[in-house]
């Protein structure tokens, strides 16, 4: 499966950008999904997951409250929307799907555990 992150930007701080997460090929429904962020000279870090089904998810604590990961099976896409941004949410973010989940499993935090990642999406907050 090939994915296609869109939706990055350039926002203030205080503002809100949606990502979109996209597939050619499998229906994403066959995935658990996840986005993941690389911010300059740090390594990339998971940021949350939704399981096959859309109705379990996890967060990583920093954008608790702020971020929300949700799927539209039927359209085959997968959002993060980011709100109440800060700068050091900067990063390029990546979306990755995880083949190894039933549909109604726990989605996985653990980078090792997506096999297909996107090309990734630059966001840049400004202070």
């Known amino acids: 499966v090939q994915l296609q992150a869109s939706g990055g930007g350039l926002v203030q701080a205080g503002g809100s950008l949606r990502l979109s997460c996209t597939s050619s090929g499998r229906t994403l429904s066959s995935y658990g999904m996840g986005w993941f962020r690389r911010a300059p000279g740090k390594e990339r870090e998971f940021v949350a997951a939704i399981n096959r089904r859309g109705d379990d998810i996890r967060t990583t604590d920093s954008v608790k409250g702020r971020f929300a990961i949700s799927r539209e099976n039927a359209k085959n896409t997968v959002y993060l929307q980011m709100s109440s941004l800060k700068p050091e949410d900067t990063a390029v973010y990546y979306c990755?799907?995880?083949?190894?989940?039933?549909?109604?499993?726990?989605?996985?935090?653990?980078?090792?555990?997506?096999?297909?990642w996107g090309q990734g999406t630059l966001v840049t907050v400004s202070s």
């Open positions: 990755a799907a995880d083949r190894g989940v039933i549909f109604t499993g726990v989605p996985r935090t653990e980078e090792s555990n997506y096999n297909f």
